[in-house]
């Protein structure tokens, strides 16, 4: 995870306070023991002490007005990073959850361009959960928060296949990237790459290095540290079952309902080169349909975090 440094924002003991009375830290009122205050600097210098309203292991001065780890908004609230100029995202803040929010996995929409006049929200997702993506794509869903720290981050209460999006679309947002269902194989509960049309459900690694990256199925089945994942097609263009590919950002340009998998694998690759790839059929296990010569096997190995994706096969060399 990287944190975006230690930006500077005046960030109050309390976020309801800032975001309700605009106070600086300097103007904060000290509440005393016998429930007296008075206005100070709210420094808390003298006792190395972190400020009393932040939770323990937030650093809201790390990332903006809060900490998107920590979600330390006022009730109705959460936190998400700024829209930045010209493009990307700037220091964090607290925005307003709209009244009638989507959940985990529905679609949502980006307020990016909403007025700010009428409503701060950022998107339309509920307080858990933040919508990945821009105000023009197509079928985006809202994904959970992650849980955990940027060391430990966990998001295995959404999915045990589910990986926290360290780095990404609204970096330094870290929300949990769900697995997707290929087309062809319905994975129940799992849903479908729909952006756009342009988008292909395929094999990714966990690790956070290299997650999102599709990979070139070299052995089947495969075994622990792999997830599925909505992929966009390279440059708008697409390989048939057969056509060549190749490993990391090749592998997107196999079309829709096929992976990339080593050609020593596919009987009916059109171009063999044990060193290359070719665009694999996936296929159901509980209804195999393959091409001649060919024989639906497991994609993924036996694995209690697989057990979604038990049916799920590619057709390749018996």
């Known amino acids: 995870m990287k944190r975006m440094g230690r930006l500077v924002v005046a960030v109050c003991a309390s976020a309801v306070w800032l975001v309700a009375s605009g106070c600086t830290c300097a103007e904060r009122p000290i ?69 009638d929010p989507s959940s985990q996995g529905e679609l949502c929409l980006v307020r990016v361009g909403a007025d700010p006049a009428e409503s701060d929200a950022l998107d339309d997702c509920d307080a ?58 319905e994975i129940p509960g799992r849903p479908k790459c729909d952006m756009d049309g342009e988008w292909n459900c395929t094999v990714t690694s966990t690790a956070t290095e290299e997650f999102g990256t599709p990979e070139l199925v070299t052995e089947l089945p495969m075994g622990a540290g792999h997830t599925m994942r909505c992929t966009p097609y390279v440059l708008h263009t697409t390989a048939e079952a057969g056509s060549r590919c190749g490993g990391g ?31 694999a059929v996936y296929c159901d296990l509980a209804a195999p349909e393959c091409p001649d010569g060919s024989v639906c096997r497991p994609l993924l190995e036996a694995r209690p975090e697989y057990a979604d994706y038990a049916n799920l096969g590619v057709c390749a060399s018996p």
């Open 31 to 99: 509440v005393s023991a016998d429930g007296g205050s008075s206005v100070g600097s709210g420094s808390s210098a003298s006792t190395g002490a972190p400020p009393p309203d932040v939770p323990e292991g937030c650093h809201p001065e790390d990332y903006g007005e809060c900490d998107p780890w920590c979600q330390d908004c006022p009730e109705g609230e959460k936190c998400l990073p700024t829209p930045g100029e010209p493009s990307g995202w700037g220091p964090t803040r607290c925005t307003s959850v709209v009244s």
């Open 128 to 185: 858990s959960s933040a919508c990945i993506g821009t105000e023009v794509d197509p079928g985006q869903t809202c994904e959970a928060f992650c849980r955990g720290t940027s060391e430990a981050p966990d998001c295995t209460f959404t999915h045990p296949m589910s990986v926290c999006r360290l780095e990404g679309v609204m970096d330094p947002l870290p929300t949990c990237a769900e697995p997707c269902s290929p087309d062809l194989v």
């Open 249 to 279: 950002y090749q592998s997107w340009m196999c079309s829709r309902g096929l992976v990339c998998v080593a050609a020593s694998l596919v009987p009916y690759c059109k171009s063999p080169d044990a060193a290359e790839g070719c665009c």
